[in-house]
């Protein structure tokens, strides 16, 4: 057996365990290299696994095209998710529709109301969420666990490609022909919100793309980071509000 069979193998073993011991599992799709690999394991291997994405609204082209091709190319729906209105626009009416290039605390005030806000409401009833994420992607990503409790949102996260390296994803995407996001072919190698992302030379880190702008150490959306009451204070919006909306989406 290969390496890379191996490590295929280790993830089935991850997610059949995530299925047998904390459902309902829900898979959150970024559509990037790392969750199309994810997506062709679940959907080969028929696990009772839901899956979804999140729409910010101002995503990539080349992902909404990719968003169709996943849902005729596979078997398992894709449930989309969009930010809740109220909370974009009284965002944009405080810092501007692209505000969130001014401060560290605006980006990540307006990663909440259309990031974190519409997770909360596809993981609310869940017993488990899997993530695409790799140890190697980001110095913020170095102490993650393939398994551990989700304390802000009250349930088990797993990352089972945590130790794959980009690689290995190419390799597995190459093996299987798997539909992947066109930008990757542009030097995206990681991907986000269209005025947020862009490409990076030969040579550069994987996340550089990602709010360049911004110190390596802040660079997280909220989603994987235990910040929502500091998140609360860029959006525009009351504190108290984002607080109390977010315990009901717990």
């Known amino acids: 057996m290969s390496a890379l069979d191996q490590k295929i193998e280790q993830v089935r073993t991850v997610l059949s365990a995530a299925i047998r011991d904390f459902p309902p599992v829900v898979f959150a799709n970024s559509l990037g290299a790392e969750d199309m690999v994810l997506t062709d394991i679940i959907a080969r291997n028929h696990l009772d696994i839901g899956m979804f994405s999140l729409d910010t609204g101002r995503l990539p082209q080349e992902t909404y095209e990719l968003m169709q091709v996943v849902r005729n190319h596979y078997a398992i729906p894709l449930q989309v998710y969009f930010p809740d209105s109220a909370l974009v626009e009284a965002y944009v009416a405080q810092h501007g529709i692209n505000g969130f290039y001014n401060s560290v605390e605006n980006r990540k005030g307006c990663c ?52 794959w390296t980009n690689k290995d994803v190419w390799a597995y995407i190459r093996r299987h022909d798997v539909p992947y996001n066109k930008l990757h072919d542009q030097f995206y190698p990681s991907l986000g919100c269209a005025p947020c992302t862009r490409s ?30 500091q998140i609360a204070h860029g ?16």
């Open 112 to 163: 909440f109301a259309r990031k974190v806000e519409p997770l909360r409401r596809a993981l609310a009833g869940k017993g488990a969420w899997i993530t695409g994420m790799r140890r190697d992607q980001a110095v913020t990503r170095g102490t993650l666990a393939v398994s551990a409790w989700d304390t802000d949102n009250g349930l088990q996260k797993f990352n089972p490609l945590l130790d």
């Open 200 to 229: 990076v030379t030969p040579g550069e880190d994987i996340r550089s793309g990602r709010w360049w702008w911004e110190d390596p150490n802040s660079k997280e959306c909220g989603l994987h980071a235990s910040r929502v009451i």
């Open 235 to 250: 959006t525009g919006v009351s504190a108290q509000k984002f607080t109390e909306q977010s315990t009901e989406l717990v």
